[in-house]
């Protein structure tokens, strides 16, 4: 184990926590006016979908993110206006779109494409990558921190903005309030919907960057199961984080160290593939458990 | 919330202050307050008030009355009993006015026979939901053919109380009953043991409103023979005997296939009723069990307490009705802030006596 | 804080009853459903439709294909009774779960890991009858999938640790975890990768309508749904999860444990999903192969949800699934259209069953006025 390969995994460990950054934001953003997103598995697919296929046609990886962020936020939107005017339950509707988004982004791929079950057109170029002026000359942390991808660096001050907004904005206040007190926040005038709609929308429009940095941030590949679950890591990563941004980033980047530690293991040894891949959803499953272990414990038995 | 109570009374109060709130309205705004706490909490009121604001102050609490309000309006049963100048009432006065006259219409006979301690609680500490705690050392019994009657304004741990007895919030301190620690026992076991309970939110606590007569009345006693025959439960069985609870209690229904949701809140109850007391439960807890219901459901229900202490049972009657409580208890318990601060035989009391109590009032 | 309760009565004067009596739930539950239904179905084909021809697809010629390959002869029957199979099972898993008010979406991976424990049984115990070795592979599949189910059970159970999350990431788990033993322990030299040895000739479900591959499973299904309906209706466990799924807190107060429920509805679950892996390992594809399963848990839990959990509605919207998904095959042959069409469909299904779960919600708010 040597500096290099430690700085190696750890520079590998952000790049690939980020979509888990940008979709368990999204949750968070969800979470905080108590609207479990179940869908951002769903809205990934979408937008690793859409920043493919129409980076491909229209020949620009920027216009693929643009298009990835719009058509997320479009399926948000009916996804929003199901859950909080028609009331319907959030976990069906959540699920739906999931189902509709694997149904639909294969249907396309091959009736566009004509591809079946993965599709890397030839000519797209990835997300382009940033060194960091002054960064890059640090021994150790320059080669982790340094030369990653434009969405890598991106997630990271989202995670400072969506902090500013929930603790320093009124809007913010707004959201915490509608997600802890929904009665108490309709008496004091908060217009609780819109602040609900606004809310999923952000967290819409987060999920397709997530879903893009998936298929083009690094390489420019989609396949058809490329999320993989994510969705429900980076809800994981929400609870683990008790929907704190900072605490919520930390979350992210262990589940991705670990997404990272299990590919190094897979080459570097012989165990068989699907091992390690089966650790970060164990682990996650374990951190919940752990989680819900500590609160019970906490919750009051008798003072006095 | 990491603020302590008292700091996020503050904060509630800066918010009606931020947005120039010339008018107050503060409900119940001590009940987790220290003394201390509530003494800081009279010095910004009372300068919220020379500063020329209006504040409207709701409490149960005399002493609050007394010491910081300069007029008081009593709410009882839904109309205004009296409008006063604070200084020129006693506390005395002003219970009686939130208690209202005993209005004699309901009597009921004494108990004939007191038997032997079928329930007992025994320096009974719990928590609320909050972690605040609700019950402070509750230590009473009730007998055999004895109905104990609880007094007190809601809030004041009843609720909780009641969850204790049936095994469904931790305490501290011993649950009998009869001879037996229950404090550790599952509610079935206790159930089966002799417990029966009416809950105090009809519809969410006591009925499954998404079904039958038939279904609720079994829900206590489905994996008991008749109803059960190795796994199965025998719907036949089940409809007949709550036809046959319809009947005895006259539950107005087309059948016992009637979904209970159709019902009105005074059948719902009967319904409640029958369940718990159709195999003659030695212990009772009946928490407000007349609450909205009209005169004749009323009525029913409290015939039915009595007939049950008639034949031996222990009843725990919680109510906020001293009308009630005085007809119907053999003994009055009051409680307030998590603790029983007063007993008393009906007759040797009078509505005012526990309208102080209930409200805080200790002969210092 | 002041809660009292006063009694309106809508009319009628006090305690008359304003509804006469039901009908048993299993079936009241299949009639009022066959109208919405209906309805969804509809609403599901025109999406389709619109998605097609947004796509530059023949929407007639696609469904004439499929109805015709799907109901339009003895063979193309037997094929939809077979495709309905496996999510007569997984259907039923679902809908116990949501009856109890339990999200249990664990079927896909106790389907997989099920089905390669009747895999096993079926290829280690080469000596057995059929008589003793298939119900022995029936039964390992639903003990391991019952177990498989039963552990998130605990863990909301007794932590309350969302069920939904800890289930679908479980999913992953087993289905990487039995890719692994079929590519490793289980390998078959020679043979293409993803697939273990064939289980022995006892253990193969005989053939009900050949060419079709259509088995014996089938009928098990059948009967497992039958036995739902009996579970639900008239046992005990079945009045606790009811209960429970109407009024947890009722529930309670009566004296039922709810944990208890919860752990015990989890283990069905995952023992129907483990069933219908064995049905598919033991019925169709005589080994256990990697990936056998094309979402059968998702859309037994869309079966589930558009049958309000009725067993016996389950068995036919099964049956109607059963007819998408092998018609779609063709459908895709001979007019182009992929067959992830039925998946768009079974999305709108759900969405529209999430928004008459709201309808639902609605009446009944009205009526508690």
């Known amino acids: 184990m040597t500096v290099e390969t430690i700085s190696n995994i750890l520079f590998a460990s ?115 990558r940033i060194t960091l002026p002054v960064i890059e000359s640090i021994p150790v942390l320059g080669d982790i921190l340094s030369g990653h991808g434009v969405l890598v660096y991106f997630s990271w001050v989202m995670v400072v903005l969506v902090a500013f907004l929930l603790y320093r904005t009124p809007l913010g206040i ?65 609870f683990f984080g008790a929907a704190r941004p900072g605490l919520t980033a930390v979350g992210c980047f262990i589940f991705g160290m670990f997404e990272i530690l299990q590919f190094r293991l897979q080459t570097a040894t012989s165990i068989p593939s699907q091992l390690p891949q089966m650790l970060p959803y164990l682990i996650v499953v374990v951190v919940l458990t752990a989680l819900n272990l500590q609160r019970r414990r906490r919750k009051a038995v008798i003072t006095e | ?122 320096d009974v500490w719990a928590n609320d939901d909050r972690g605040v705690p609700a019950l402070k050392g509750i230590s009473f ?23 204790v007895i049936g095994g469904m919030r931790e305490a501290e301190g011993n649950v009998y009953l009869e001879e ?55 719907q036949d069985k089940a409809d007949s005997f709550a036809a046959s609870l319809m009947e005895r209690y006259a539950i107005k229904a087309e059948g016992p296939r009637s979904f209970v949701s159709t019902l009105s809140g005074g059948n719902q109850q009967k319904v409640i009723t029958a369940r718990e007391l159709a195999e003659d439960p030695p212990v009772l807890i009946a928490a407000h069990p007349t609450r909205g219901l009209d005169v004749a459901a009323a009525r029913f229900v409290r015939d039915e307490l009595v007939k049950r202490r008639d034949q031996g049972g222990a009843v725990l009657l919680i109510s906020a009705d001293l009308d009630e409580l005085f007809a119907l208890s053999d003994r009055l318990l009051v409680m307030y802030d998590g603790r029983i601060v007063g007993e008393a035989r009906p007759e040797e009391t009078s509505f005012e006596e526990v309208g102080l109590l209930m409200a805080g009032h200790t002969h210092a | 804080m002041h809660d009292v309760e006063m009694e309106h009565e809508p009319g009628s004067g006090e305690g008359e009853a304003k509804s006469p009596s039901r009908i048993p ?46 109901l339009g002869s003895r063979t193309a029957i037997a094929n939809t009774l077979l495709a309905a199979t496996p999510l007569i099972f997984t259907s039923l898993s679902a809908a116990i779960g949501f009856r109890a008010g339990v999200f249990n979406v664990g ?133 606790e999860l009811r209960a429970t799924g109407d009024n947890p807190v009722f529930t309670r107060w009566a004296g039922i444990s709810v944990p208890a429920v919860i752990e015990k509805v989890m283990f069905i679950g995952g023992l129907l999903g483990g069933l219908a892996g064995a049905g598919q390992v033991m019925g169709v594809h005589y080994r256990f192969v990697a990936g056998f399963s094309s979402g059968l848990a998702f859309s037994g839990m869309t079966i589930a949800l558009l049958v309000r959990n009725s067993p016996i509605g389950a068995i036919l919207a099964s049956l109607l699934f ?48």
């Open chain 1, 14 to 128: 952000l790049r690939v926590s980020t979509p888990l950054l940008l979709a368990a934001l999204a949750g968070l953003i969800s979470q905080r006016v108590n609207l479990l997103n179940i869908a951002l598995d769903g809205l990934m697919l979408f937008g690793a979908f859409a920043a493919v296929v129409f980076g491909a046609s229209l020949g620009n990886t920027w216009l693929g993110l643009l298009l990835a962020v719009i058509l997320s936020t479009v399926i948000t939107f009916l996804f929003a206006v199901v859950v909080i005017e028609l009331e319907a339950n959030l976990i069906v509707a959540g699920l739906a779109v999931n189902i509709l988004a694997t149904g639909l982004t294969s249907y396309l791929l091959e009736v566009l494409f004509d591809a079946r079950g993965a599709y890397s057109p030839g000519g797209l170029v990835s997300l382009p």
């Open chain 1, 174 to 238: 707004h959201m915490r309030a509608v997600g802890e007190h929904l009665e108490a926040s309709e008496t004091a005038g908060i217009p609780v919907k819109r602040v609900q709609y606004i809310a999923l929308l952000l967290g819409g429009a987060l999920a397709g960057l997530a879903g893009a940095q998936l298929s083009v941030g690094n390489l420019t590949l989609f396949t058809d199961n490329m999320i993989n679950g994510r969705g429900f890591i980076a809800l994981a990563a929400v």
């Open chain 2, 1 to 122: 919330m990491e603020l302590s109570v008292s700091a996020q009374q503050y904060v509630e109060i800066i918010k009606l202050l931020y947005r120039q709130a010339q008018i107050l309205i503060l409900d119940e705004p001590t009940a987790v307050l220290t003394p201390h706490e509530i003494d800081r909490l009279f010095v910004i009121l009372e300068q919220l008030r020379d500063e020329g604001r209006t504040i409207i102050f709701i409490t149960h609490k005399l002493r609050e009355v007394k010491e910081i309000c300069s007029r008081a309006t009593i709410l009882r049963r839904g109309v205004v009993a009296g409008c006063v100048d604070v200084a020129d009432t006693t506390e005395r006065e002003l219970a009686a006015m939130m208690v209202g006259r005993q209005l004699m219409d309901i009597d009921y006979e004494q108990s004939k026979q007191v038997g032997s301690m079928k329930l007992r609680l025994t």
């Open chain 2, 141 to 163: 019994d009730v007998h055999s053919g004895e109905i104990v009657g609880l007094a007190g304004v809601q809030g004041n741990g009843q609720s909780e109380l009641v969850e």
């Open chain 2, 180 to 234: 037996q620690n229950i404090s550790r026992m599952a509610l079935r076991k206790r159930r089966d043991d002799g417990l029966a309970i009416i809950p105090e939110k009809r519809k969410e606590q006591g009925l499954n409103l998404a079904t039958t007569i038939s279904e609720n009345v079994i829900a206590t006693r489905y994996y008991k023979a008749p109803f059960s025959q190795r796994f199965a439960v025998k």
């Open chain 3, 25 to 70: 739930e299993a079936f009241s539950g299949a009639l009022m459903n066959i109208g919405k239904v209906v309805l969804t179905l509809v609403v599901a084909l025109l999406m389709g439709a619109l998605v097609m021809e947004l796509s530059g697809k023949d929407a007639l010629e696609a469904y004439e294909a499929l109805f015709r390959s799907s």
């Open chain 3, 107 to 239: 079927a896909e991976g106790s389907l997989y890991l099920g089905g390669f424990a009747a895999a096993w049984v079926g290829f280690t115990f080469t000596n057995l009858p059929s008589l003793v070795i298939i119900p022995l592979a029936f039964l390992a599949a639903g003990l391991v999938g019952g177990i498989w189910c039963y552990i998130p059970g605990v863990l909301k159970a007794r932590l309350a640790v969302d069920e939904l999350v800890t289930t679908i990431l479980l999913n992953y788990v087993a289905i990487l975890f039995t890719e692994y033993l079929v590519n490793g322990p289980f390998l078959v030299p020679g043979v293409a990768n993803a697939m273990t040895e064939e289980i022995v000739m006892a253990a193969r479900l005989p053939r009900l309508a050949p060419p079709s591959q259509l088995n014996a499973s089938f009928i098990i299904a059948v009967f497992a749904g039958l036995l739902m309906v009996f579970v639900m209706t008239k046992t005990r466990l079945g009045y």
């Open chain 3, 322 to 369: 059963g007819a998408l998904r092998s018609g779609s095959a063709t459908m895709e042959i001979f007019s182009d259209v992929p067959r992830d069409l039925i998946t768009v469909l079974e999305a709108t299904i759900i969405f529209f069953a999430a928004m008459e779960i709201s309808f639902d919600f609605f009446k009944r708010r009205r009526h508690d006025r």
